[in-house]
Structure formats: C-alpha cells, structure tokens
C-alpha cells in the first residue's frame, strides 16, 4: 500500500472524525440523563450505533473502488444476535432479558457491533482498481506470449549466435522460430 497524500488526509480526518464524534457523544449523554427512561435509552442505543458506523468509515477508508456484496454469515453471526441483545435488554419478555438489563456495557457493545456490523454485511472494503478493467495495457509483449503457449498454440524457440564480422567486430545474431501447434 503506498503512502501518499490522499491517504494520508483520509486517516487525518477519520481521526478527527472520531475524535468529533466522542466530543459530541458527551453532549448527547448529558441529554440522556435529564430526559425520561425511555427517550434515555434510545438515544444512548443511537450514539453507540453510530458510534460503530463511525468505526466502519475510519477502519475501511482506502484507495480504489468500494467492494460492494452481501454476506449473510456476518448477517447472522453480527447483526442478528446484537439486534437480539438490544431488543431483550429492553424488552422484559425476551429470554436473558435479566442478565443483559443488568450489565449496561454488553448492550453498549452490541450496539457498536450492530453499527459496524450493518455496513460490514453489504460493503467489505475497497480494492484497487486493476489495469485490465482500465484497458491501459498494451496489445502484445511478453504476456500474450506466455499465453499463447500455455494454451499450447504457439511454440518459441530461440537461438543465439556470436560471429566475428569483416571488420574484426563480435556481433550477436538473434533467431526465433515459431511454430504453431494444432
């Protein structure tokens, strides 16, 4: 991965991105604790969501083109089971509904998880554009070549040759044969 300027300015401002949003996370708690039990939740349940969206952007900012695709196994390992953590921490008839109402800091981790989890299900990433998909290589060379003789096509044989000219001069004579295969 090479290390330029654009890149550079991307970490930057991941950084500050998530830097800004722990500053504001305060302003949104401090809101929480004066508004009722209910509205409290929800917004400490929208924070730490966005929180792992956040962690989403700054851990898979990157060159090239965003790798889009579906993948049901994060589907069901990380989003699934944090939704469930979430609902059952609210919800009283949900199994485990005692353990996790007890313990703030699992709900808050599967809130993060969910965050990250949402985005992580459709998008992996970024990939770098291949030369092939930018038709910017040139015709020919050394690859077609190699192609042609794995497909068993073309058959190359090369020979060389040193020879003293007239002039008392060594001059290199270069051969190829080409014979093609059917």
Avoid: H
Wanted: aromatic share 12%; with cysteine.
């Amino acid at each position: 991965m090479k290390n330029n300027k654009r890149e550079k300015l991307n970490l930057f401002f991941s950084a500050f991105l998530l830097i800004g949003f722990i500053v504001c996370t305060y302003f949104f708690m401090t809101l929480a604790n004066q508004v009722d039990m209910v509205a409290s939740q929800i917004i400490r349940v929208v924070v730490y969501v966005l929180f792992g969206l956040l962690l989403f952007y700054a851990t898979r900012v990157g060159d090239g083109k965003p790798v889009k695709r579906f993948s049901p196994i994060i589907l069901i390992v990380l989003d699934i089971p944090a939704l469930y953590i979430i609902l059952a921490t609210f919800a009283t008839g949900f199994p485990l509904n005692a353990a996790l109402a007890s313990q703030p800091v699992v709900m808050l981790f599967a809130c993060v998880a969910l965050g990250y989890g949402i985005p992580f299900t459709f998008l992996s990433g970024f990939e770098l554009v291949s030369d092939e998909e930018n038709n910017t290589f040139v015709s020919g060379g050394i690859k077609e070549e190699l192609d042609e003789i794995e497909n068993g096509t073309v058959v190359i044989e090369e020979t060389e040759e040193i020879v003293e000219s007239s002039d008392g001069e060594e001059v290199e004579i270069k051969e190829e044969i080409t014979e093609v295969i059917e």
